[in-house]
């Protein structure tokens, strides 16, 4: 009896989170308020390489965040980008994820795994993976509003 209580105080607690978490309930100026945006940034080319590669189409969707023990918040999320190489040459292309909350405040950086990218000549592929942040400001959950995909484009052998 005492444990089927504890477990539906459990469940109702963890409702509640989730639904505040998808602006459902709580404060009018959450988190559905936040306009999500993205740029690409080349921080390095290789010489040679400039202008081949271009990367658009960048979308991404967080998910709910969820309350870790040590007081932390963590946020999984999904995100896809084109990559093109318009150049003569293969290229080979590394790249991190940088999210920002609203203030413009680097809230935490990924790097994904299946690097490099390597595109062929005239080759257009579809990046796509999974994305894990990790904060201790509830604030930064509510307001992620800003991806930047930060990318180095080198020579395939490097």
């Known amino acids: 009896m005492i444990s089927d209580l ?3 105080l459990q469940g109702t607690l963890i409702c509640g989170l989730l639904m505040m978490g998808c602006g459902l309930v709580g404060d009018t100026t959450g ?5 999500r945006t993205s740029e690409v940034v080349f921080q390095t080319v290789a010489d040679g390489l ?3 590669v271009a990367i658009d189409s960048l979308e991404w ?4 965040p969820l309350p870790l023990s040590n007081g932390t918040f963590e946020i999984a999320g999904g995100f896809a980008a084109v ?5 003569p040459d293969s290229v080979g292309v590394r790249y991190d994820l940088r999210f920002f909350d609203d203030e413009e405040t680097l809230v935490d950086a990924f790097i994904p795994f299946g690097q490099p990218v390597v595109l062929a000549s005239g080759q257009r592929r579809v990046v796509q993976g999974e994305f894990i942040l990790r904060t201790g400001d509830l604030y930064q959950t509510e307001h992620l509003a800003h ?3 930060v990318a ?3 020579n395939p052998e490097e």
């Open 6 to 8: 504890r477990a539906a």
């Open 31 to 35: 988190p559905r308020d936040v306009e």
């Open 83 to 87: 990559f093109r190489n318009s150049g």
């Open 61 to 64: 969707v967080p998910f709910l």
């Open 50 to 52: 400039a202008g081949y």
């Open 152 to 154: 180095r484009v080198r």
């Open 147 to 149: 991806m930047q995909l």
